[in-house]
């Protein structure tokens, strides 16, 4: 498998675990679930909580001539909107919270990756001084998989 189509594999399954969890009614989580970070938080209008999947560093260590093995991190931001702050927090803290459950449940991704582990959780306040309603919490993960090396 090529370390593009792996990457995809990766980025879909977490899109997909974050779209399909669902609050004790059977409502989604989240009402946006989008790749990057570079959006405005005012293009969010009020598609409050958004799941926003964040890739950054690939660790990449030679196991043997053959096999390749990847550590990829990646941020799952939640924003969450909420005038008051002390329920802005809460609702922030059981969002990490209920990601972090849905994951633990299955640390292979459905076989997607050799193993899922936890890095952090962290809560912003107050993501920008014009929206003081406007929380982040951030899950950060690094995800450990192997590709086969290409020998010339």
Request: hydrophobic fraction near 40%; proline fraction near 3%.
């Amino acid at each position: 498998m090529s370390l593009k189509v792996k990457y995809r594999e990766i980025m879909n399954t977490l899109k997909s675990k974050m779209e399909n969890l669902k609050d004790g009614e059977g409502n989604p989580l989240f009402k946006l679930v989008m790749f990057g970070e570079k959006a405005e938080i005012t293009d969010f209008e009020d598609n409050y909580p958004v799941c926003l999947i964040t890739p950054s560093l690939d660790v990449i260590r030679d196991r043997s001539t053959t096999q390749l093995q990847h550590e990829l991190t990646v941020d799952l931001v939640i924003l969450t909107r909420n005038r008051d702050y002390s329920q802005g927090v809460i609702d922030t803290l059981d969002l990490i919270g209920e990601v972090y459950d849905s994951l633990s449940a299955d640390r292979s991704l459905g076989n997607v990756v050799s193993t899922l582990f936890f890095v952090s959780n962290e809560i912003v306040y107050s993501v920008t001084p014009r929206l003081l309603e406007v929380f982040a919490g951030i899950v950060r993960l690094r995800l450990l998989f192997y590709l086969t090396s290409i020998v010339p």
